[in-house]
Each structure stands twice: as structure tokens, then as C-alpha cells.
């Protein structure tokens, strides 16, 4: 069987695209492996109407309204190859099975790299974030740390003094030159040179409620409600590679690139989701999904199949 889409990634994204779809009574398979970028997180913020909500309950909740609709099929499992057939592609999964459809949808996030600190990555998403927004009005106004990675670190420790009294970390990534160092004090920012060497403290159930405590070379530790930090982050599957889809470099790693539609450089297929933007978050990666799903339609309705790959 051939379905008008293959979204590979059900996620904010990907299930906020086939609802669109279903909506419109046409045949969606998802594949999703289940590996949210949030999954770390106990609560996520700044979605309209879910503020505070374990990200797992609005990924569940959606999931089942969208299965609702009869047109939608969900196959749990890792989508491996994806290739252009003359109607449209094929995906192939871990287990060898294919699929065919006439359009594919990207919804596949971002893997975050983290700096390799000892105890960090046990505490991502607990008491160690990247994005301010989320995470930052929980803190209550407490000590904020900001773990350096690059020079890039400098526009997040100039924008968390609005979240409490921040320290930036250097931990010898770079030296702040004579105009950052006076753009921060005016932040008052306190800045640290030393080396961290380890990241301690309970991993809290609320953030903020327990210190986390940053051990620096020579012994200090220094206790904060919570730490910032800019990881590098990667499209999390190769199929836009594979496919020849063009991509993007953002600040902090490369994403799939899009038109305003939501469409790759590969007639047919489309992204969306942080996979397709620089920075993401859940509101956006709906947004996008939606605009995704329409456009997506608009395809199936209006664009002959065979100009559309001759194209290709
Ligand atoms: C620690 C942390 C906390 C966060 N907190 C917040 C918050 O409070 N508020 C907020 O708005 N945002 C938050 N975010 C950002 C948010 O997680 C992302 O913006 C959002 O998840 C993006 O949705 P998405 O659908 O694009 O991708 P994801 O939610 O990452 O989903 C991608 C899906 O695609 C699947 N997939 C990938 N490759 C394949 C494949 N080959 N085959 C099958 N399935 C595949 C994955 O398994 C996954 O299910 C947080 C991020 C992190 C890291």
C-alpha cells in the first residue's frame, strides 16, 4: 500500500503535521522511535495552554486524539533508508520492512552533544538547561551559572541576568575581549577563569529547589539554582542526507534546510521541527508542523506527481 505521506518522527512536529492531514481524510503513516529531545525534562514550558505539563502527557495526549482519525497509521520503530521512487520514496526501518508514499515528511529533531563535564549530563533537563525560556522562571531568581562552550556563550550570559544573578563560567573555552568583559559587568555578570572539574548536588524533582554545585580546579564549589549551557546540536537521522536534501548551518550546529513552506530542496519531501530551524522549541515545532501539513496537502491536491519528480 502507498500512503500520500510517510512522516518519519512523531513528535511535536511530526503529529501536529498528520493532523492536518487527517483532517483532510488523507492516508498518513508515522514511524516515530520515541526519543523526544525533552524526554530529560520534568515539566516543559511556554506551550500555550500546557505550561508546566510533563512533556511525555502532551506528546501522549496528542497521540491519542490523532489516532482517532482512521486514516492514520503509527508504526513504532527507526526509519534507516529513505530513496526516491518513481511515484514518490520508500523508507525502509531497522527490520528491513519498506514503506512507499507519495510525499515524506521529516519531523526527526535534534541530538544534543553535550560537553563531556562529569556529572552534566546526569542532570540535563534536571538542573543543567539550555534554554532560558523553559527553564529559567523556575529558578525563582537564584544563582544563576553559565557553562562557557565558545565564544557563543557570551549572548547567553548576557541574556540570563533576567533570570537571576549570573555567573559565567569560562572553564578555558575563550577570554572575553575588553568590550564583552564591560558588556558584562554591565549585566553584572561575575565571571570565573578556573576550570570546572565536576558538576555535584542532588539531581533535583523541582528545579531550583536543590543547588547544584559546580567544582572548580583547586577545589571551590560554587552552588547555583541552576546551570546554563549551549550544546552543539545534530539533525538526529540521515534521511534528508541520504535523499540530497540541502542543509543549513545555524549557531549551533546544521539544520534541513526549508522554504517558507516547509519544503527541503527535494521536490516532495519536506521538514519540519527543530530538524528544521535553528533553535526550537515545542510551540514552534507545532507551528511548524502545521504549516508543514497544509502545505504538505496543498501538494498532494495541486502538484502533478510526475512534473514533481521529474523535477527532482
Ligand atoms: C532538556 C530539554 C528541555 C526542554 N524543555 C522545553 C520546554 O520546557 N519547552 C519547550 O517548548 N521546549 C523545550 N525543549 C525543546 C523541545 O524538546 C523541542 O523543541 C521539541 O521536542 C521539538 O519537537 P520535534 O517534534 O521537532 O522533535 P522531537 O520532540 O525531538 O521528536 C523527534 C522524534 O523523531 C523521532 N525520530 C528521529 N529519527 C527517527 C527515525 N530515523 N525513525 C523514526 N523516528 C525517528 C524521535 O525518536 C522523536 O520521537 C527542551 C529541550 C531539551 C533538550
Known amino acids: 500500500m502507498s500512503y500520500d505521506t510517510i512522516i518519519v518522527g512523531g513528535s511535536y512536529a511530526g503529529m501536529a503535521a498528520a493532523l492536518q492531514l487527517a483532517r483532510a481524510r488523507r492516508r498518513v503513516l508515522v514511524i516515530d522511535e520515541g526519543i523526544r529531545r525533552n ?6 514550558h511556554g506551550f500555550l495552554g500546557q505550561d508546566g505539563r510533563p512533556p511525555g502527557d502532551i506528546a501522549a495526549e496528542a497521540r491519542d486524539q490523532l489516532m482517532r482519525y482512521p486514516t492514520v497509521t503509527w508504526e513504532t520503530g527507526r526509519a534507516e533508508k529513505a530513496e526516491r521512487t518513481d511515484n514518490g520514496f520508500r523508507i525502509t526501518d531497522a527490520d528491513g520492512r ?10 526527526v529533531g535534534v541530538v544534543d552533544d553535550l560537553p563531556p563535564i562529569p556529572g552534566l549530563a546526569e542532570r540535563w533537563g534536571r538542573s543543567v538547561f539550555h534554554c532560558p525560556y523553559c527553564h529559567g522562571y523556575e529558578l525563582m531568581q537564584g544563582r544563576i551559572g553559565v557553562i562557557a562552550v565558545s565564544g557563543q556563550s557570551m549572548h547567553h550570559a548576557l541574556m540570563l541576568p533576567d533570570w537571576g544573578p549570573t555567573t559565567l563560567l569560562l572553564n578555558g573555552t575563550f577570554e572575553p575581549d575588553a568590550d564583552q568583559s564591560a558588556h558584562l559587568a554591565r549585566r553584572g555578570v561575575v565571571v570565573e577563569t578556573d576550570l570546572i572539574t565536576g558538576i555535584g548536588g542532588e539531581p533535583a524533582a523541582d528545579p531550583g529547589t536543590e543547588p547544584v554545585k559546580v567544582t572548580l580546579a583547586g577545589g571551590r564549589r560554587l552552588p547555583f539554582a541552576g546551570l546554563f549551557v549551549l550544546p552543539k546540536s545534530r539533525v538526529a537521522s540521515p534521511l534528508a542526507a541520504q535523499l ?14 526549508t522554504d517558507a513552506m516547509q519544503e527541503t530542496s527535494v521536490p516532495g519531501v519536506f521538514a519540519c521541527g527543530d530538524a528544521a530551524r535553528a533553535a526550537g522549541s515545542v510551540a514552534l515545532a507545532v507551528g511548524a508542523g502545521t504549516m508543514a501539513g497544509t502545505a504538505l496537502h496543498r501538494s498532494l491536491l495541486f502538484c502533478d506527481d510526475a512534473e514533481l519528480f521529474a523535477r527532482r
Open 39 to 44: 524526554r530529560f525534562a520534568f515539566h516543559s
Open 98 to 107: 519498506s514503506r512507499e508514499g507519495r510525499r515524506l515528511l521529516l519531523a
Open 244 to 257: 540530497g536534501c540541502m542543509s543549513e548551518d545555524g549557531p549551533l550546529g546544521a539544520h534541513i534546510r
